[in-house]
């Protein structure tokens, strides 16, 4: 711990007897700290980046043992709490999410840098010579949830891009997200980076983050990521820029064309898969002459699904299931567990006259075998990510080859979808001349 840190971080046993005023004052110190070494790491080369992401990932797998015994220590805590079987599964980690999460940085290192990459370039008619280029967003704040993979994936697209960034992952995945951070920070201490472009505020708790949401000029950007209820509390409380990330009321259209066999296996993986993640389906929007509607659920009954039904939709279901009705909460509902919304609709136009309504723009699929079907559901879609025959499931950074994710923005302005390295960069205009004046 350097003196500046001391100085400026009490220990966690005594934040709660922080006043207001030392609280601001503490989280503002840590933003100040991460600004300096933003503007360290903005200028480091690729080179540098890549080799402490390929330290750290080795480092993960070199201390796992550090990071599963601080994992225990969280899950034991949450189970004892009564936290839900679905939401501990997004807590707990092994030693194959582990290596997963060292593969993704291994990933994140060969991916091109875009700190510098030219989007737009031309010499104008006056001579002028033009160029848009990439450069880091800055100081980058991430509030998330109990996720603690989520803290490794968006400090490597952090660091990869040029951004420091600050921490704030949450009470139920403290001990984790400790041993996490510290391996990084320990990484770039060694191979001559800054530590503090990886800072948290876990120590003081809602607090600090309600600290760093208000920081305007201290946070360039700030990325909440987890349920309804902590996204809407962040945008709705931070004075600085926010880019909105994804409640996933997720639908999938089975068309009356689609295959029986693939509609059973993309059902099955889009809802059984891993229920507790935002790319899960939470809505089967069945067409009315669907061949293959029967077999999908009684698949999803098999496989311990409840379905929520309207009245339509149930006689389709396998003879003695027992489902109840599906009523307006349900079709709006992201239930992140084995339950399923189902509605049946007459025409691919009905479904997205339901989306429309109900979506929050993460993403949608369709499973059919009419091309015009697709083309109009593809057309007719308004989120974030659109998806004929496959799995919701493979809306996610790493699947779609970004390396990792920050979260999948679900608004329309700057990032989109799975946000990745490029999406952690903004653009700077530089233009030289020879004298030029403008008349």
Not at 14 to 20: G, I, Y
Not at 292 to 307: K, M, Q, S, T
Not at 321 to 335: F, H, K, L, N
Request: proline letters at 4%.
């Amino acid at each position: 711990m350097t003196d500046l840190q001391a100085e400026t971080t009490p220990r966690t046993d005594d934040a709660e007897a922080l006043s207001p005023e030392q609280l601001t004052t503490a989280v503002h110190a840590i933003a100040d700290r991460a600004r300096v070494a933003s503007r360290v790491l903005g200028r480091a080369n690729r080179t540098r980046k890549d080799r402490v992401l390929l330290a750290v990932a080795a480092a993960l797998v070199a201390r796992r043992d550090v990071v599963l015994a601080a994992n225990r220590t969280d899950v034991e805590r949450g189970r004892a709490s009564g936290t839900s079987a679905y939401l501990l599964d997004r807590l707990s980690l092994d030693p194959a999410r582990i290596d997963k999460l060292a593969d993704a940085l291994t990933e994140l290192a060969a991916l091109p840098d875009p700190v510098g990459t030219a989007v737009r370039a031309e010499t104008l008619p006056n001579g002028l010579r033009m160029r848009q280029v990439r450069v880091p967003l800055g100081v980058v704040a991430a509030i998330y949830e109990a996720r603690p993979n989520v803290t490794v994936d968006i400090a490597g697209l952090a660091l990869k891009s040029g951004n420091a960034v600050i921490l704030r992952g949450g009470s139920a995945a403290a001990a984790t997200n400790a041993a996490l951070v510290g391996i990084i920070r320990d990484t770039l201490e060694d191979h001559g980076l800054p530590d503090d472009a990886v800072l948290t505020v876990d120590e003081f708790g809602r607090e600090g983050a309600q600290v760093l949401m208000q920081a305007r000029g201290r946070i360039d950007v700030l990325i909440p990521r987890g349920g309804r209820e902590l996204i809407q509390s962040v945008v709705t409380t931070a004075r600085v820029p926010v880019i909105e990330t994804g409640e996933g009321n997720v639908h999938i259209l089975l068309d009356e064309s689609a295959d029986e066999e693939m509609a059973v296996d993309i059902l099955l993986n889009a809802k059984t898969q891993r229920p507790s993640v935002c790319n899960t389906v939470e809505t089967l929007l069945v067409h009315s002459r669907s061949r293959a509607a029967a077999a999908v659920l009684a698949a999803l009954v098999r496989a311990g699904v409840v379905l929520h039904v309207d009245e339509r939709s149930r006689a389709l279901l396998p003879a003695g299931a027992d489902a109840p009705p599906a009523t307006e909460d349900d079709w709006g509902r992201e239930y992140m567990q084995l339950d399923l919304a189902v509605r049946t609709v007459d025409s691919v136009d009905e479904a997205l006259q339901h989306i429309r309504r109900w979506s929050t723009g993460h993403s949608e699929a369709i499973i059919t075998d009419s091309l015009a079907s697709a083309e109009e559901f593809i057309a007719g879609v308004d989120s974030a990510a659109v998806l004929v025959n496959a799995s919701t499931r493979f809306v996610d950074g790493g699947e779609l080859g970004l390396g990792a994710e920050v979260g999948i923005s679900t608004q329309k302005m700057h990032a989109r979808g799975p946000m990745g390295l490029a999406e952690l960069t903004t653009t700077k205009w530089i233009v030289q001349g020879e004298g030029q004046v403008r008349r």
